[in-house]
């Protein structure tokens, strides 16, 4: 059992930065691919980032990337994404996702399906 829990959401104007972090309850984070999805009113949720258990392998949508950065402190149970040059179109509700892969798998997956685990969400609103 996974138990998530994200914070560092808020209210940025564009242009700026975040920090998103995700807790990740549990001894085996190891053997999770963690990933960001997030959802805007009235769209469907969407995947943003994921990341191996080493760090070695990561994977973004086009509309984030060069922009955010998805990275992972395994002794900290912790996943973080670091979010640069924000737009008013990256307001969502970012929600934090584990999916089990394996100890040292660096299989990663853009797919909601492939996630067994999910945090509550937090918001993050860009203004123009």
């Known amino acids: 059992q996974v138990q998530l829990v994200e914070s560092g959401g808020g209210l940025v104007q564009a242009g700026g930065s975040l920090r998103l972090s995700c807790a990740a309850s549990g001894r085996t984070f190891s053997s999770y691919a963690m990933g960001w999805f997030r959802q805007a009113p009235g769209k469907e949720r969407e995947f943003v980032a994921a990341?191996?258990?080493?760090?070695?392998?990561?994977y973004y949508a086009d509309s984030v990337k060069g922009r955010f950065t998805i990275s992972r402190d395994n002794a900290k149970n912790t996943v973080y994404l670091q979010m640069n040059s924000l737009k008013p179109e990256d307001t969502a509700v970012y929600y934090c996702?584990?999916?089990?892969?394996?100890?040292?798998?660096?299989?990663?997956?853009?797919?909601?399906?492939?996630?067994?685990?999910w945090g509550q969400g937090t918001q993050v609103t860009v203004s123009s």
């Open positions: 996702a584990a999916g089990f892969v394996g100890y040292g798998s660096r299989t990663l997956s853009s797919g909601e399906n492939t996630y067994g685990y």
């Open positions: 990341v191996s258990w080493s760090n070695s392998n990561t």
